[in-house]
């Protein structure tokens, strides 16, 4: 089945600077790229997707970058604010819906 | 929209006894996941229904595990003489259905087994 590894366990930024999230897959057969947001104590909140038919997508100050080739997307947080701070899940599926996710990536934005 | 509806939010259960989760999906949204979440195992895909039909439920311990959606209003999913190991955070969430398309999760229930 599906493995997606996320590459960063933590990650630590001064409020203002861009922060980069990195992820790789291994089922070329995967198409779907969502990210989630969970902040303590709280359940995953989507905060934006890419399919694989586009390698880049924006939402405001949020940018997912996809690589097929390489089987590796990201996530981009450009000003990043102290609310950012959470952990963050990248994730693949195929068709068939089942997502597979990454570990996550505690991000700390430090004011 | 109030989101999907998980209920309890916290059971605690004695080594033995069983559990019963409870999920309701939004309204109109006709696929249905069950996923687990612990600190060491991470996020865990447990099943996954389809207009209440089980599609793929690779991920359920064989044993003392079991889930049903008897309606499209609510999926629940049982846990049978519940061991220590059994204690996490279980994710219900729903979708429309169709291929690659967003996913909502509820806020989960925190099953402790004593």
């Known amino acids: 089945g599906e493995k997606v590894e996320q590459h960063e366990s933590t990650l630590s930024v001064r409020e203002g600077d861009s922060a980069v999230i990195n992820c790789t897959y291994t089922?070329?057969?995967?198409?779907?790229f969502p990210w989630y947001k969970q902040e303590a104590g709280k359940s995953l909140h989507f905060v934006i997707d890419?399919?694989?038919?586009?390698d880049r997508k924006q939402s405001q100050r949020l940018i997912v970058l996809l690589d097929k080739k390489a089987k590796r997307f990201s996530l981009h947080i450009t000003a990043t604010q102290p609310e950012d701070s959470a952990i963050y899940f990248c994730?693949?599926?195929?068709?068939?819906?089942?997502?597979?996710f990454g570990d996550g990536t505690q991000l700390v934005v430090k004011p | 929209n109030a989101g999907v509806i998980q209920t309890p939010r916290h059971k605690v259960t004695g080594k033995g006894q069983e559990a019963t989760l409870w999920c309701e999906p939004i309204?109109?949204?006709?696929?249905v996941f069950w996923y687990r979440q612990t600190i060491v195992q991470g996020l865990e895909f447990l099943t996954y229904?389809?207009?209440?039909?089980?599609?793929?439920d690779s991920g359920m311990p064989k044993e003392r595990f079991s889930a049903q959606m008897p309606n499209q209003s609510h999926s629940t999913l049982k846990i049978q003489s519940t061991q220590p190991q059994d204690s996490a955070v279980y994710l219900c969430?729903?979708?429309?259905?169709?291929?690659?398309?967003?996913?909502?999760f509820g806020r989960g229930t925190r099953l402790t087994v004593v």
């Open positions: 969430a729903s979708s429309l259905g169709g291929a690659n398309t967003e996913v909502f």
């Open positions: 089922d070329t057969a995967s198409s779907y």
């Open positions: 890419i399919r694989s038919n586009v």
């Open positions: 994730a693949a599926s195929t068709s068939n819906n089942r997502i597979f």
């Open positions: 309204s109109g949204h006709s696929a």
């Open positions: 229904f389809r207009n209440q039909a089980p599609i793929d």
